[in-house]
């Protein structure tokens, strides 16, 4: 099982919202004289992924990519203390543990802040040690692959073998890369609206019948 983070087990910036972590990023480069590094829609972005990604296709492998990764994932960190739990996840994540199988946090987010929020659960043993997130390497991000082949690989299991739960055209994109089925997580129509026009077959809005089919020892996925 292959989880993203940011959603399908939390909400990561439910108490400092992504677009305030985006306009600090791109204040962050202007005080570096960086100001026209960024595109307009970048510099207006409301998520920080974007900006990091927009400097990494433009200065890759640099210092100030390395520096800008880190200062994400200090806001990620920061962020983890207060993050709201998705509902029926940590149930979800206990029972699929108890009935033997193996679990993977597959994200864009960095590992530190999955690790620190699974800790506050309770959920890292789960998990670990297989808890496959940022770098910087951002050319490794979702859609590519990179994480999930690194899971798998870990693990000793074939893609047809596993499921990954998304809530992102990436993760669905990764997931179709590596051969792996995909369980789309959304939670309002909108975002089921956009994961079923990607593509994506089977989505829910809520883990509670997820929950409540693994109970019944029916196959999920």
């Not at 400092?16 to 595109?39: F, K, M, N, P, Y």
């Not at 991000?141 to 739960?165: Q, S, V």
Request: overall charge neutral; proline content about 6%; glycine content about 10%.
């Amino acid at each position: 099982m292959l989880w993203d983070f940011d959603g399908p087990i939390c909400r990561l910036f439910a108490g400092r919202r992504a677009s305030l972590v985006a306009a600090d990023l791109v204040e962050w480069l202007e005080r570096q004289g960086l100001h026209g590094l960024l595109t307009e829609a970048e510099r207006e972005t409301l998520d920080p992924q974007v900006v990091l990604r927009a400097v990494g296709r433009r200065r890759p492998g640099s210092d100030l990519v390395a520096g800008l990764e880190e200062r994400l994932t200090q806001e990620e960190l920061r962020a983890a203390a207060s993050a709201l739990p998705t509902a029926y996840a940590d149930p979800l994540i206990r029972t699929w543990t108890a009935v033997g199988a193996r679990l993977a946090v597959t994200t864009n987010n960095s590992p530190r802040a999955a690790r620190t929020y699974l800790d506050s659960r309770g959920l890292t043993g789960c998990f670990a040690p297989h808890l496959y997130g940022r770098t910087d390497q951002l050319h490794h991000l979702k859609p590519h692959p990179h994480c999930l082949h690194r899971a798998l690989a870990a693990m000793g299991a074939p893609p047809g073998a596993a499921l990954m739960i998304g809530d992102a055209v990436t993760d669905l994109a990764a997931a179709r890369e590596a051969g792996v089925a995909f369980l789309g997580y959304a939670r309002n129509d909108g975002k089921e609206r956009v994961l079923r026009a990607a593509g994506a077959d089977l989505v829910v809005q809520s883990l509670e019948p997820v929950l409540t089919l693994l109970r019944s020892g029916r196959p999920v996925g």
